[in-house]
């Protein structure tokens, strides 16, 4: 069974700074997709970046980046400039890519920003 | 607007209950998903269902029970045999490609006591 391991329950960083989040997973599977989600105090799941595995250019969004280490099963998510408005719950997750399977998630980290 | 509704936001039953939560899109997605949401847990998946009058168990799947009937709806039954009801319960959507991201609804509180 795959598993998604976020090491970092908690992260906070100073407004305007930069932060890496951590995500590795557990896959025999060469094809598949990695997300990170962001959930803020409302509790909406809100999708922020989307990575395939069969590219080897990170997917960017804005602000959002993603370091996407295939052979290492790494999937860190960075922030840049960070804002008050980035202050949730980030949660990495996996879906292999047959099957129309399930998204398996991590257990997500807590990160603050401070003003 | 295109979305997945919720309803209740806050649900409250006494133990020995069974309880169902409701969800609906209107997105024309194909599978739905229920997850539940414990602190310092994630998201563990419960049942989903790939298309109408199909469905599969997830993680943790005791105790819970649900229907496809039409392809909008998705409805959960918390029903007493779940030791620990209280949580907050997450739908999802997709279409039917892997690629495709989940769409969440904005939740169920439920508290069992």
């Known amino acids: 069974a795959q598993t998604v391991t976020q090491s970092q329950p908690e992260m906070s960083v100073q407004e305007a700074e930069t932060v890496t989040l951590s995500c590795t997973y557990d896959t025999s599977e060469s094809d598949y997709y990695l997300f990170w989600y962001k959930q803020p105090p409302s509790r909406q799941m809100i999708l922020v970046i989307r990575q395939e595995a069969y590219k080897q250019q990170n997917a960017t969004e804005n602000r959002f980046s993603v370091n996407f280490q295939k052979a290492a099963k790494s999937f860190s998510l960075k922030i840049s400039d960070s804002q008050l408005g980035d202050a949730a719950m980030y949660f990495c997750a996996y879906r292999p890519d047959f099957g129309n399977e399930k998204l398996t998630f991590g257990t997500g980290t807590r990160l603050t920003i401070i003003p | 607007d295109g979305g997945i509704t919720q309803s209740p936001k806050y649900l409250f039953r006494k133990e020995g209950q069974n309880v169902t939560l409701s969800c609906e899109q209107n997105l024309n997605h194909d599978a739905m998903y229920w997850y539940r949401q414990d602190p310092g847990q994630g998201l563990r998946l419960i049942y989903y269902?790939?298309?109408?009058?199909?469905?599969q168990k997830g993680d943790i799947a005791e105790g819970y029970s649900v229907s496809r009937e039409k392809k909008e709806s998705f409805p959960l039954t918390v029903t007493s045999a779940q030791k620990n009801p209280t949580a907050f319960y997450l739908c999802?959507?997709?279409?039917?490609?892997?690629?495709?991201?989940?769409?969440f609804g904005n939740g169920t509180r439920l508290t069992v006591t």
């Open positions: 999802a959507s997709s279409p039917r490609q892997e690629s495709s991201p989940l769409h």
């Open positions: 269902s790939q298309i109408v009058n199909d469905f």
